[in-house]
């Protein structure tokens, strides 16, 4: 459990987006997943019980991250993908447009969502920000991200 809530606490892993899944770092997030699974199985067959335990709450976490950041229930998909081997299809490039902020409230942003592809969120401290013009978003639980070209006194 403490490794599961370090990702989301502890500075260097609390901002990493491909440790949750966001900034559309689906692929490199797939790939740690494969690579701590291939750990994993390592040092609980080394009889590192511990240690194993860790990297299965570092996993668990991602995992978890990746249902709540990402929009892959609302495209209709109702079966638990497989994030180490499965075949996520689909995804948004990370500069193309994938929400309509026009679409959203202050209370909501159910329905703004105009691609078909998968996609995650970008948040504060998503490095990738300034260079991309992505505004951060202020409510960390919206999942999808706002791309815009217009936005004044942005940079």
Not at 42 to 65: E, F, M, P
Not at 76 to 94: H, K, P, R, S, T
Request: net charge negative; proline share 3%.
């Amino acid at each position: 459990m403490s490794a599961n809530l370090a990702q989301d606490s502890q500075p260097g892993l609390k901002d990493d987006p491909v440790l949750h899944f966001d900034a559309e770092t689906f692929v490199e997030a797939q790939q740690l997943l494969l690579t701590r699974n291939n750990q994993i199985n390592t040092v609980a067959g080394d009889g590192k019980y511990s240690t194993a335990r860790n990297l299965i709450g570092q996993s668990l976490h991602a995992i978890q991250k990746f249902y709540a950041h990402s929009n892959w229930i609302e495209l209709g998909n109702q079966e638990i993908v497989d994030l180490v081997f499965g075949d996520l299809g689909a995804i948004a490039g990370e500069t193309e447009n994938t929400c309509d902020p026009g679409l959203c409230t202050e209370e909501d942003c159910d329905g703004n969502i105009v691609v078909d592809k998968l996609t995650s969120g970008y948040f504060d401290f998503n490095v990738r920000l300034v260079s991309l013009n992505i505004m951060p978003l202020t409510n960390l639980t919206t999942k999808h991200t706002y791309i815009l070209t217009d936005l004044v006194g942005f940079a």
